[in-house]
């Protein structure tokens, strides 16, 4: 039987630099870490752990005086991202302390019709410039994979924590079942082929 050797990452093809960025000298964006994926239909396979290893992380970038910036999906009144009900909010253990802007959007990247790109400017990361972001939230393979595609295309420097991010499970075009574990590997794998890096988890980040 024929093992598989992986193909070289697009990015080795073109020279982009892998090294992981230091944390106080990034900005965390917080995307999508609302109730709404804790309980009932949208509830993530590891949403639990992935929002201790987030509160975590921003702990540690609040003592180190990195920016934070906090993203939410509105999906409007009645849906499970109404960010004017509970279902919607930011759960509490995550949640923003004054002075910490928080972007709405109503795309996956959170960068699309959005005032992000302003309130990054604002904080001292302009785009284009390779500033470094450091991205965690939910889902891995939607907002958090579009969202490092929107910074790599502005010429951020994203890199995701992986256990920071958690997914569901999903039919395939085939009808089979994509367990969660499956899909938050090949979204991970998506972006580390281009658009950024990823660190297994907070403490990868250097000081």
């Known amino acids: ?11 080795a093809v073109i020279g982009l630099d892998d090294r992981l960025p230091r944390l106080a000298e ?3 964006i917080m995307i999508d870490f609302q109730n709404t994926y804790r309980t009932g239909v ?3 396979d590891g949403a639990e752990p992935a929002l201790t290893a987030a509160a975590g992380l921003l702990r540690r970038a609040r003592a180190a005086g990195t920016p934070v910036v906090h993203v939410v999906n509105d999906g409007g009144e009645g849906t499970p991202y109404d960010i004017r009900a509970r279902i919607g909010a930011i759960s509490e253990e995550v949640a923003p302390v004054d002075g910490e802007p ?5 795309f996956p990247d959170a960068f699309h019709a959005t005032d992000l790109v302003t309130v990054l400017t604002r904080l001292g990361f302009a785009p284009g410039g390779g ?3 450091v991205l965690v939230g939910f889902m891995t393979h939607m907002c ?15 890199t995701v924590v992986a256990s920071a991010t958690a997914t569901r499970p999903l039919a395939a ?8 574990a499956a899909l938050q590997a090949a979204a991970l794998t998506t972006v580390t082929d ?4 990823v660190a297994p988890t907070p403490g990868a980040l250097p000081a």
Do not use: I
Not at 102 to 106: D, F
Not at 144 to 158: K, S
Not at 173 to 180: K, R, S
């Open 1 to 11: 039987m024929t093992s598989l050797s992986p193909a070289l990452p697009l990015r």
């Open 26 to 28: 990034s900005a965390l």
């Open 42 to 44: 949208m509830a993530l």
């Open 102 to 106: 928080v972007v709405v959007k109503t």
């Open 131 to 133: 500033r470094d972001l």
């Open 144 to 158: 958090v994979a579009f969202t490092a595609q929107g910074a790599f295309r502005l010429g951020y420097r994203p």
């Open 173 to 180: 075009p085939d009808g089979t079942v994509l367990p969660a």
């Open 194 to 197: 281009l658009f950024g890096l």
